[in-house]
């Protein structure tokens, strides 16, 4: 086992897309393997996922600094540094998280890994199921190869 530094992060554990979202994957550099650990940045007029659910996944998040708009189960609440809350799984309760202020939204996202999980993405009546390694997404019954679920255009890389 191994103490590892947030400041020291090697560049495979960190993801980034095109406007400045960025996750740290702190459990998967130190070697978790049944719960993911990261450190999301959102930056300023963006969202940190589409808004979904999952089927498997259990997740816990906690505002380390920042204001923004937690939308949940279909309400808005702001929220702020120290608010938290698990998100139990199943499909009734989507979330997401927007940063409506000027200032980076860092939130602590916890949960639990799933060999198997369906997202269901209600703005877009999309599923992304994950299975056996493998990712599909669906679209009314249909493959569809298109469709991205990251929230702000593509994604980047390290």
């Not at 960025?22 to 459990?27: H, I, P, R, V, W």
């Not at 659910?53 to 702001?78: D, I, K, N, W, Y």
């Not at 994950?130 to 702000?152: A, M």
Request: proline share 6%.
């Amino acid at each position: 086992m191994e103490i590892l530094r947030l400041d020291a992060l090697d560049n495979q554990y960190l993801w980034h897309d095109a406007v400045g979202l960025a996750t740290q994957s702190l459990g998967e550099a130190a070697g978790s393997r049944r719960l993911y650990v990261n450190i999301d940045s959102v930056p300023p007029g963006a969202y940190s996922t589409k808004y979904h659910s999952h089927s498997q996944q259990e997740e816990f998040f906690l505002v380390l600094e920042g204001a923004g708009t937690l939308r949940l189960s279909g309400e808005e609440h702001p929220v702020s540094k120290g608010d938290f809350f698990a998100k139990p799984a199943g499909e009734q309760i989507a979330h997401t998280f927007y940063n409506s202020s000027s200032a980076p939204l860092v939130i602590l996202d916890v949960g639990t890994v799933e060999p198997e999980d369906t997202c269901y993405y209600p703005d877009n009546d999309m599923y992304l199921q994950k299975s056996n390694g493998v990712r599909r997404i669906f679209s009314g019954g249909g493959l569809d190869e298109t469709w991205s679920p990251y929230p702000n255009g593509e994604a980047g890389g390290p």
